[in-house]
Antibody, heavy 119, light 113 residues
Framework: EVQLVESGGGLVQPGGSLRLSCAASGFTFSAYWMHWVRQAPGKGLVWVSRVNGDGSSINYADSVKGRFTISRDNGKNTLYLQMNSLRAEDTAVYYC????????????WGQGTLVTVSS | QSVLTQPASVSGSPGQPITISCTGTSSDAGTYNLVSWFQHHPGKAPKLMIYEGSKRPSGVSNRFSGSKSGNTASLTISGLQAEDEADYYCCSYERNSTFWYVLFGGGTKLTVL
């Protein structure tokens, strides 16, 4: 079964850091682009970042560029999101998702991990 | 940057059809061929319902269908059921100066009366 499981969320003070992880199973992890998408409380889905299969191509939304770093460890089948200089507006549930080229869309999502930035 | 506009809410009675629209501001009509629709029950993982505008992934009920006209994509659910009550998001892409940017609509809350 194709599965994504996020972890690492929690409460952090403004200006703090947090690293999210997304453990993948049931598919050849290194063959897929992987993305992070977030949802602030009461708001819609917003794309955050993406990385290609070998980690050589990376993009970010303007709102997180320079503060967040996406990476992956294909040996551990794990996707990461290092979040620094966190702000209140980064409070959200963070989802990792697999981009499936045949569909040109996101076919598998994790359940999400909640990040709360507050003093 | 383009915006995908969805109605904030729609409602319908069991057995009735409903349609959710997603209107984009991009001048690149080609991106609308890549519109996806996701169903999201709060607290759960989003689920892909439609890809490439009108195609259904394996396992998705044929009560869900997608279409597009000009810069507007639509999701239609025929024969509403209680379990269809959820938030629905459209998704597409826009090319900025360096890469294809992922856009989501603001979401539509579907209430089954």
């Amino acid at each position: 079964e194709v599965q994504l499981v996020e972890s690492g969320g929690g409460l952090v003070q403004p200006g703090g850091s947090l690293r999210l992880s997304c453990a993948a199973s049931g598919f050849t992890f290194s063959a897929y682009w992987m993305h992070w998408v977030r949802q602030a409380p009461g708001k819609g889905l917003v794309w955050v970042s993406r990385v290609n299969g070998d980690g050589s191509s990376i993009n970010y939304a303007d709102s997180v560029k320079g503060r967040f770093t996406i990476s992956r460890d294909n040996g551990k089948n794990t996707l990461y999101l290092q979040m620094n200089s966190l702000r209140a507006e980064d409070t959200a549930v963070y989802y990792c998702t697999r981009f499936y080229g045949w569909y040109e869309s996101f076919d598998t999502w994790g359940q999400g991990t909640l990040v709360t930035v507050s003093s | 940057q383009s915006v995908l506009t969805q109605p904030a809410s729609v409602s319908g009675s069991p057995g009735q059809p409903i349609t959710i629209s997603c209107t984009g501001t991009s001048s690149d009509a080609g991106t609308y061929n890549l519109v996806s629709w996701f169903q999201h029950h709060p607290g759960k993982a989003p689920k892909l319902m439609i890809y490439e505008g009108s195609k259904r992934p394996s396992g998705v009920s044929n009560r869900f269908s997608g279409s597009k006209s000009g810069n507007t994509a639509s999701l239609t659910i025929s024969g509403l059921q209680a379990e269809d009550e959820a938030d629905y998001y459209c998704c597409s892409y826009e090319r900025n100066s360096t890469f294809w940017y992922v856009l989501f609509g603001g979401g539509t809350k579907l209430t089954v009366l």
